[in-house]
């Protein structure tokens, strides 16, 4: 029986010329890619090293950390059953299942990963992938694809090409396409005279990367830019313009990481602009906070921006979403639950607008009413449609979620030593 609430936000929605129940099926569509690492604070189970030097810091002490394969994926199962829809898991190589051996980088296969593969299968999931380019002895300088060490390049080459392989192998078993997803930590900290040689050793090593031909129904690659990092505040080899005109000239998927851009730019402009030229998008949903912090994402403009742009310009069948944050201050299976809600809820009130009406108000230049829409509909009681969505696919409404994360946290997370 549908709520009395919902039925008369129903009928409002009505009167704008909107079905709020197309959107709700609409919704219950998309996928987002829920980030390992967010579970065990970038840690990984290889024990090879550090975030040191790799532009990346997980701060925060909050007790109940993963330390194990199975501790991850029962932290997991507990977000999965407070976030409506169904969705994916976006792994990090480092987060293989190593079984004690040591396997290094260049060495991994889908052996390492075929654990992850079954229990996937079993959640109904699919899965996207990440060759991991930091916390490593070959990544201590902070150059990995763009080394001036040949051999060192070759070994983090390999890694990349062995990355591709499990993502494939990973969609072909699990008949969901993964993406796998290329960003390095390459950069300078201070003051840089060549800027030129390290880029054309990045395209080089990309070129190695990619020349295996794998079927796009298995696998899709990305590559991931950034503004700057710590240790590279100078100089990003990786930068959005090298590997926009990368993604373009080699038809890639173009990764667009809402932390990783000047604080007074924004993703909303560019989704419109490069898809104009890249076959499509990875959106790595974050929220930085002067600088790439990877806060946990918020129901805020700037998220609600974007989703608005997919929606307004008919991306979503051509965007990836998945989150990208780690903060370790907070429960994590919370940060985990609370991003991915909000951004499921930014989702919904965007496909909630009457598109095709403020199009028609643009185009026949009557800009009044198209702000006095868009104005009107802020208030609309979108609330209600999204706690719709949550009785639909059986997640707790509202922060009812809350009592769960803090029963799972007393029966499990607290007997977790530090």
């Given at each position: 029986m549908q709520d009395h609430a919902y039925r008369l936000a129903r009928e409002a929605y009505a009167e704008w010329g909107v079905d709020t129940e197309a959107a709700l099926a609409r919704l219950a569509r998309i996928p987002l890619s829920l980030h390992c690492w967010q579970g065990d604070d970038v840690g990984g189970f290889e024990n090879s090293g550090d975030l040191a030097g790799s532009g990346l810091a997980a701060t925060g002490n909050y007790p109940g950390k993963a330390r194990t394969i199975p501790e991850l994926r029962s932290d997991l199962d507990q977000a999965f059953k407070l976030i409506p829809g169904q969705h994916r898991l976006n792994l990090h190589a480092c987060y293989g299942d190593f079984e004690g051996r040591k396997v290094d980088r260049d060495e991994i296969t889908v052996a390492q990963f075929q654990s992850w593969i079954a229990w996937a299968k079993a959640q109904g999931l699919g899965l996207d992938f990440n060759p991991t380019y930091f916390a490593h002895p070959k990544a201590a300088s902070g150059f990995t694809l763009a080394h001036p060490d040949k051999g060192i390049r070759e070994f983090w080459i390999r890694h990349g090409i062995a990355c591709r392989r499990i993502g494939a192998e990973m969609g072909r078993q699990l008949g969901s396409t993964t993406i796998t997803n290329v960003w390095i930590p390459d950069g300078m900290k201070d003051v840089t005279v060549d800027r030129r040689a390290p880029r054309a050793r990045l395209e080089e090593s990309l070129d190695a990367i990619f020349a295996e031909a794998i079927d796009p129904r298995h696998h899709l690659d990305a590559v991931e830019s950034k503004l700057f990092g710590i240790g590279s505040e100078s100089y990003v080899v990786g930068s959005h313009e090298f590997y926009l005109g990368y993604a373009v000239r080699h038809r890639k998927?173009?990764?667009?990481?809402?932390?990783?851009?000047?604080?007074?730019?924004?993703?909303?402009?560019?989704?419109?602009?490069?898809?104009?030229?890249?076959?499509?998008?990875?959106?790595?949903?974050?929220?930085?906070?002067?600088?790439?912090?990877?806060?946990?994402?918020?129901?805020?403009?700037?998220?609600?921006?974007?989703?608005?742009?997919?929606?307004?310009?008919?991306?979503?069948?051509?965007?990836?979403?998945?989150?990208?944050?780690?903060?370790?201050?907070?429960?994590?299976?919370?940060?985990?639950?609370?991003?991915?809600?909000?951004?499921?809820?930014?989702?919904?009130?965007?496909?909630?607008?009457?598109?095709?009406?403020?199009?028609?108000?643009?185009?026949?230049?009557?800009?009044?009413?198209?702000?006095?829409?868009?104005?009107?509909?802020?208030?609309?009681?979108?609330?209600?449609?999204?706690?719709?969505?949550?009785?639909?696919?059986?997640?707790?409404?509202?922060?009812?979620?809350?009592?769960?994360?803090?029963?799972?946290?007393?029966?499990?997370?607290?007997?977790?030593?530090?």
């Open positions: 998927l173009l990764c667009l990481d809402a932390g990783h851009f000047h604080p007074t730019e924004t993703l909303t402009d560019k989704i419109s602009a490069v898809l104009q030229f890249v076959p499509g998008l990875l959106l790595h949903v974050s929220r930085g906070l002067r600088w790439d912090s990877d806060h946990v994402v918020i129901f805020d403009d700037h998220l609600r921006n974007l989703m608005e742009e997919l929606v307004r310009g008919e991306y979503l069948d051509r965007t990836y979403i998945g989150l990208d944050y780690f903060d370790a201050s907070i429960n994590r299976i919370a940060a985990w639950t609370i991003g991915a809600r909000n951004t499921l809820r930014a989702l919904l009130q965007a496909l909630l607008e009457p598109t095709a009406k403020l199009r028609e108000l643009e185009f026949a230049g009557d800009c009044t009413a198209r702000l006095t829409w868009l104005e009107e509909l802020k208030t609309l009681p979108s609330g209600a449609v999204w706690d719709e969505h949550c009785r639909q696919q059986d997640v707790p409404v509202g922060r009812r979620w809350l009592a769960e994360v803090k029963a799972y946290e007393d029966r499990i997370l607290s007997r977790r030593s530090s």
